[in-house]
């Protein structure tokens, strides 16, 4: 009987608290020497040993690799809600490097003594269900709701779910008995007895009774791991079992894991020495030999899917054609991770699967895949992801694919003379501004860091520095890109100049960027001012402000936001300023025209770096919820007659957040037919996002869409005939068309408001 699970050892190290810091010893002795896990047994009724818990979260602050589990946890004197939380603590501060063995208990008089409940054996294997619901319902954050276990021994009654564990924490159960072996196949994720307590066939009964119970719960045997405490001597000659040479060791670890599904191998040793040499002599042959023999057998070795998982795939999309190169990383509904990568930033999103490469050569395979289930032909979508801020939405799907590009996240100089730096799509804009800090450097970028490298830098890039620096885009030096064929090419002035154009402002219908060389700019110290004006008057607030941005120095670049209105207030016009300088008085005299362009009612002026002016992404997994609604519009000046259409815009209450930010300067220094992002002449970004898509389009379309020259591909939601025109000029549009025929002839990259007619 063999599961196929990859084979792993761990060592059970006894919690001695004398000396204190021997098991912290051992246990990085045994990180050192390649162990995959650290067990320790969880008695608090001894007070020889230290308090496990209080150990572990030591030993995982001590160890930089090695998991770490208690071998088992006494449940009868840990409560199960604390535990949750615990666990999940643990898990995040070590990287998810935490699992959780659990005990019905045992030792009663000891247990009693320090005011636990006795229990008889089948009260202690209830208890231990009941335990194991209250665990995993506090973990389980994707559900609504506190959560409500009325046990007969153990109670919570809308206890608050979270945190949610790094990883999906393994639950491995030590059981004997057959309704422990029962409860293990129902709810467990891992078997854990010890040799030293079985009699000979024991394996084999306990895997059968374990199997029925799984299969009888829906469950597919190969989700439970079979663990196994092992203890012996490698010595000169053989003595009895697990007590010989390594050859014996080996050929008897063999048999426990092809005869008897033993998957990890625990090695009770507290000898560094005895450590060391089962791992040097005993580990790696028995992994050769178990692969080889699987091999042989043509044993599946993929992890298993559970009925839960499989019940929500999604129809349309074959699983097994997943290329092998990216199944280990890959994501679907039912995933643990899925919760973390189905969403963006304002989208919420239901993919049928979220593909991971970390390499050009997956991003080609996950592509091939794409291929394969009907993107070109409208069947499936496909979203390309580098952070999944994107304002569009347009890096998730419903029941279709994600190519999510995260891994490419380094940040290299490449050429420090001429500031050249390589960046990866995956990298945030916030890292990036992080990581060219101590150089002096900077890349205009936006104003959010959590903005993603790949969609920005394929489609402008409208940010704090523009005016002076122009738009993200203008400082790309060569491209690498994956194209729908699968090829990587590097797209330059010099090599493929036409894909380079295109990649730059509407590179989403062309190909996969993967990695950027772009030249940074030298940006030292820079005045940054928040100001918030009285904007009651908002034609005339707006009128003024567009003339003192367009007057302002290319230093100088500025944003407004104005939000909806607060019933009984007036409304607030709230500005953001970055000045490319750092002498106060230069900034200062920069600033003061904006200072009198309204009621001024509050402000503050700081003097930063510019990565401390993008560090100001929110961590944590994105959570967006249903379709972003968003518009966005081009005007080449802020005119009396476009105030006056901007206010009553703002009238409306059509909108929730309302931006505006000044362009020209550096930005209009390009030729317009230089990238595909073609309006240079446009003084201003205006973006509008709203909560009904049908309001905010028609007061959208009937008082700023006649002052607009263009639109922003990555600002806007609409994808009603005729913004592809309002985005990209006939001269453009008829170019991109003819490259996207070339390099897209299939149109794989379809769901990017797609160019083809």
Do not use: C
Not at 399 to 419: E, N, S
Not at 485 to 490: A, K, N, T, Y
Request: charge should be negative; glycine fraction near 12%.
């Amino acid at each position: 009987m063999d599961y196929g699970h990859q084979l792993e050892v761990g060592v059970f190290i006894t919690p001695t608290n004398q000396p204190p810091a021997q098991p912290v010893r051992l246990a990085q002795a045994a990180e050192l020497a390649g162990f995959d896990l650290a067990t320790f047994q969880d008695h608090p009724y001894q007070p020889a040993f230290h308090d496990t818990w209080t150990l572990m979260s030591w030993i995982a602050a001590s160890t930089d690799r090695i998991r770490i589990a208690p071998n088992v946890l006494n449940v009868p004197l840990r409560q199960p809600a604390v535990v949750a939380r615990s666990a999940a603590s643990l898990d995040l501060l070590s990287g998810g490097r935490f699992e959780l063995g659990l005990g019905a208990g045992g030792f009663w008089d000891a247990i009693a003594a320090m005011g636990g409940t006795r229990l008889t054996p089948g009260e202690g294997v209830d208890a231990l269900a009941e335990a194991i619901a209250i665990i995993r319902g506090i973990w389980e954050t994707s559900e609504r709701g506190g959560v409500r276990v009325d046990g007969e021994h153990h109670r919570v009654a809308g206890a608050k779910r979270g945190p949610r564990p790094a990883h999906p924490i393994p639950l491995h159960i030590g059981a004997y008995k057959p309704r422990m072996l029962r409860l293990t196949g129902r709810l467990g994720d891992g078997w854990l007895p010890s040799l030293g307590y079985l009699q000979p066939g024991d394996l084999g009964r306990g895997n059968r009774t374990i199997d029925e119970a799984a299969a009888r719960a829906g469950r597919d045997p190969r989700e439970i791991r079979r663990l196994l405490n092992i203890s012996g001597q490698i010595g000169e000659r053989s003595t009895g079992r697990l007590q010989g040479p390594p050859d014996q060791w080996v050929e008897e670890l063999v048999e426990l894991a092809l005869g008897d599904g033993i998957g990890t191998f625990i090695l009770a040793a507290d000898d560094p020495g005895l450590m060391e040499r089962f791992m040097a002599e005993v580990a790696p042959a028995v992994r050769e030999q178990v692969a080889a023999e699987r091999v042989e057998r043509g044993t599946d070795t993929a992890p298993a899917v559970s009925a839960a998982a499989l019940a929500k795939r999604a129809a349309g999309l074959d699983y097994a054609a997943v290329p092998a190169s990216l199944q280990a990383t890959a994501v679907e509904p039912g995933s643990w991770s899925y919760p973390d990568a189905q969403h963006t930033y304002l989208r919420g999103g239901r993919p049928g699967i979220v593909l991971r490469p970390t390499s050009a050569a997956q991003v080609a395979d996950a592509l091939r895949y794409a291929r394969g289930q009907g993107v070109a032909e409208g069947r499936v979508p496909l979203s390309i992801r580098s952070a999944g801020h994107g304002i569009s939405g347009r890096s998730t799907n419903d029941g279709g694919i994600v190519i999510d590009l995260g891994a490419f996240d380094r940040i290299d100089v490449v050429d420090a003379d001429r500031r050249l730096v390589r960046v990866g799509a995956g990298a945030t804009w916030g890292q990036v501004a992080t990581a060219l800090d101590p150089h002096g450097w900077a890349i205009s970028s936006g104003d959010y860091g959590g903005v993603g490298v790949g969609g920005l830098a394929t489609a402008g890039g409208v940010g704090f520095l523009g005016r002076e620096h122009g738009l993200t885009i203008d400082h790309i030096e060569s491209i690498d890109v994956v194209l729908a064929s699968g090829e990587l090419v590097r797209a330059s002035r010099d090599e493929r100049p036409e894909l380079f154009w295109g990649m730059r402002g509407a590179g989403g219908n062309l190909g996969v960027a993967v990695a950027f060389e772009m030249i940074a700019q030298p940006v030292g110290e820079i005045g940054f001012a928040q100001l918030a004006f009285d904007a009651s008057d908002t034609a005339d607030l707006l009128e003024q402000w567009g003339a003192v941005s367009e007057a302002s120095d290319r230093a100088v670049t500025p944003f407004l936001l104005i939000g909806r209105d607060r019933p009984g207030q007036s409304r607030i016009a709230q500005a953001m300023i970055a000045v490319d300088a750092s002498e106060p008085e230069t900034i200062v005299d920069h600033l003061q025209p904006f200072a009198m362009v309204g009621p001024l009612v509050q402000q503050q002026v700081v003097r930063t770096r510019y990565a401390g002016v993008i560090d100001n992404a929110a961590g944590g997994a994105h959570q967006g919820q249903g379709e972003p609604t968003t518009r966005s519009a081009l005007l080449r000046s802020i005119t009396p007659a476009a105030a006056r259409a901007l206010a009553r815009f703002l009238d409306t209450g059509a909108h929730f957040f309302f931006q505006i930010r000044a362009m020209g300067g550096a930005i209009g220094d390009v030729d317009a037919d230089a990238t595909a992002f073609a309006h240079r002449d446009a003084g201003f970004s205006v973006t509008a996002f709203g909560m009904d898509r049908t309001r905010l389009d028609a007061a959208w379309d009937t008082l700023l869409a006649p002052h607009a020259t263009g639109l922003y591909l990555s600002f806007e939601t609409d994808q009603r005939p005729g913004r592809l025109e309002e985005a990209f000029p006939p001269a453009t549009l008829a170019r991109l068309r003819a490259l996207k025929a070339e390099v897209d002839p299939e149109n794989l990259f379809r769901d990017n408001f797609n160019v083809v007619a």
